[in-house]
């Protein structure tokens, strides 16, 4: 009886629980193992997946068939629409093949939880052992608490306790599983994000190849990892790993990037920059443990309650105005071509940016998060709602609501001389580096460059108003 392997969001070989489990058992019992993954391009639009996570993912699955084939491990790729129907497509499977031992590794918002529940009601039925396995966070869900045995919801008190824990544990990563049979044969699946019914999507950013995804790891550890604490927040500098595609579809884990820093640091160099950038792990943790503890979070609900009664602008025009770039605000509307052209933007760029509209503009921050997720190539609900939120003071952030970034000081901080805006907004590349921040604070505007469709002095005295109008 095989043992099926259910791929989702863990599109990898290496440090794979689920593959790893169904492998070691498959050699203790001397049956064979299938691995199954089911399209739902309905369920992904209903995700407000972008057209360029669609292709990304397409094109790792097509890399994981070819390296399943090696280890002698079939791969199936079913199509349905949706959650629901990936439920009957993985029992008619069961059925069909005769699965006695179902394996796949968790995921946490809150239709995939209960797209799971039911999926284990339907196979206990009928004789199916499901297995799951913690995965996505470095250490495991549910383990990082506080002393009084609660989920921690602000992040400073959360990452002592998780670096405490990564201390104690010495977190190690899975090896890539010996072959269980002979190499089988693999075809490409043939799938794109057109025949799925999406837009066309934007040139790749990165390679879709678990070895890329690997490479990409190496090369900034090896190159940029120590400068990154220093060139991190600057967006006309290659100062960021890049490898949050990769992360946003599992083909990295955060344990392998956890494991790779780490060793980076044993030999020697900048340690403020690897520091840093395991801080950025650690807030990824943060988030899923959030989106775990506190499920309102991917239901479209504030993680403060006290929020929901905000009462935002009407998006109208001004949120157009945001998506396309043109706000007459340089440095937010080079960031917002960049993530229409490129699918991706900066992450200095995306508080940036969503400051911008949930305070200046003050509209609902669910319009940014689903505007970012519909354009991302490295969209994942737990680091873009938690993003989000914090950005909106809707979220975990423990500073106050009234931390509301000038969009022209953060420009004139990390783009002085104005490179990132020029590159993105080729009207103003003739203007000097102090003017190119803010043209419209004196002499002609350049042609085709609009006026500032907000006074930010005004809308932030304005926003924070508005949140103190809560406590009343």
Known sequence: MPHLVWFRNDLRTADNPALSAACSRSRTDNQPVRALFIITPGQWREHDWSPARVRHMLGHLDDLGHSLA?????????????????????TDYCYQHGIRALHFNDEYGINERRRDKQVRDQLVKVEVAVNKYRDQTVAPVGTIRTGKDEPYSVFTPFSRRWRQWIEDTSPSILPVPDPTAEPCPWSAHGHTPEKLGFCAAPPALVTPTESGAHNQLESFLDERGGNYKATRDFPAVDGTSLVSPYLAIGALSGRQCLVAAREAQAHGGNQEGFTTWINEIAWRDF????????????????????????????????????KEGRTGIPIVDAAMRQLRE??????????????FLSKNLFLDWRLGEAWFMQNLVDGFLASNNGGWQWSASTGTDAAPYFRVFNPVTQSERFDPKGEFIRRWIPELAELDNKRIHN??????????????????????KEAIARFEALKN
């Open 439 to 460: 043209p419209s604070a004196g002499g002609v505007i350049p042609g085709g460059y609009p006026r500032p469709i907000v006074d930010l002095k005004e809308s932030r």
């Open 287 to 322: 988030y899923i443990h959030i989106l775990y503890h506190y499920p309102r979070v991917s239901m479209h609900r504030a993680f403060k309650p006290e929020t929901e009664a905000l009462r935002w602008n009407e998006p109208g025009e001004q949120f157009e105005a945001w």
């Open 70 to 90: 090696k280890l002698g491990i079939p791969l199936d790729i079913l199509e349905g629409d949706d959650f629901a129907g990936s439920i009957r497509l993985l």
């Open 342 to 355: 490129t699918g991706w933007m900066h992450n200095r760029l995306r508080m940036i940016t969503a400051m």
